[in-house]
């Protein structure tokens, strides 16, 4: 079964930056007429949305906590979406996941709204 495969994560301090890739898990398998999006889970709390991306790059929208912080953006032509998180700050601590969808449309904030999802990858920002 195809899904999403994410890359990137890691441990920094307050302040720094990482870069989170999510790419599908088959080469047969394209991302470029999906929308693309980022969700986030910390210990103890529910998942919730953090960015999203229209296919063609051209529509974005992100939580209000990653604002003017996090920058997702894709690169077709490598079936790739990235996730450049800068400023972090401790509350930025969870498992990030990469979805995919359809559509870009009025489910992109809830996760069930996806047809595809990665397994997850760390990020723990020590203050």
């Known amino acids: 079964q195809v899904r999403l495969v994410e890359s990137g994560g890691g441990s920094v301090q307050a302040g720094g930056s990482l870069r989170l890739t999510c790419a599908p898990s088959?080469?047969?398998?394209?991302?470029?007429?999906?929308?693309m999006g980022w969700f986030r889970q910390a210990p103890g709390k529910d998942r919730e949305f953090v960015a999203v991306i229209s296919w063609n790059g051209g529509s974005t929208d992100y939580a209000e906590s990653v604002k003017g912080r996090f920058t997702i953006s894709r690169d077709n032509a490598k079936e790739t979406v990235y996730l450049q998180m800068n400023s972090l700050k401790p509350e930025d601590t969870a498992v990030y996941y990469c979805?995919?969808?359809?559509?870009?449309?009025?489910?992109?904030?809830?996760?069930?709204?996806?047809?595809?999802w990665g397994q997850g990858t760390q990020v723990t920002v020590s203050s």
């Open positions: 979805v995919a969808s359809r559509v870009y449309g009025s489910r992109r904030y809830d996760y069930d709204g996806y047809d595809y």
């Open positions: 088959e080469r047969t398998f394209s991302v470029s007429r999906r929308a």
